[in-house]
């Protein structure tokens, strides 16, 4: 079992920046990748980026170039640095883990309750 909680979701103007945390507890030795998903009202969540252990990332092509996703030397902490903010970025932000592989790509099963992020004009 993996528990997850966000944190750093905040008001910023449009432009400027912001950084998740995702603390993971429990079963962390067991995680093999971590991801970043979001969620605008009325919109279905999609994927924002991901990263494996073993350090591969992968954006949604709205992202890239603006967001970075990183996780900490004790493998216990996902980031995601957000540059450039739009008020299309907008959203509840979710962290999710990876306990195993389903054809040949990570399986996220545990999920965070997700951080406000609100990017004005």
């Known amino acids: 079992q993996v528990q997850l909680v966000e944190s750093g979701g905040d008001l910023v103007q449009g432009g400027g920046s912001l950084r998740l945390s995702c603390a993971a507890s429990?079963?962390?030795?067991?995680?093999?990748?971590m991801g970043w998903y979001r969620q605008a009202p009325g919109k279905q969540r999609e994927v924002v980026a991901t990263?494996?252990?073993?350090?591969?990332?992968n954006y949604v092509g709205s992202v890239k170039d603006r967001f970075t996703i990183s996780i900490n030397n004790a493998k216990n902490t996902a980031f995601l640095q957000m540059n450039s903010l739009k008020p299309e970025d907008t959203a509840v932000y979710y962290c999710?883990?990876?306990?195993?592989?389903?054809?040949?790509?990570?399986?996220?099963?545990?999920w965070g309750h997700g951080t406000q992020v609100t990017v004005s004009s």
């Open positions: 999710a883990a990876s306990m195993g592989i389903k054809g040949g790509v990570p399986a996220y099963k545990y």
């Open positions: 429990g079963s962390i030795f067991s995680i093999n990748a």
């Open positions: 990263i494996t252990i073993g350090g591969t990332t």
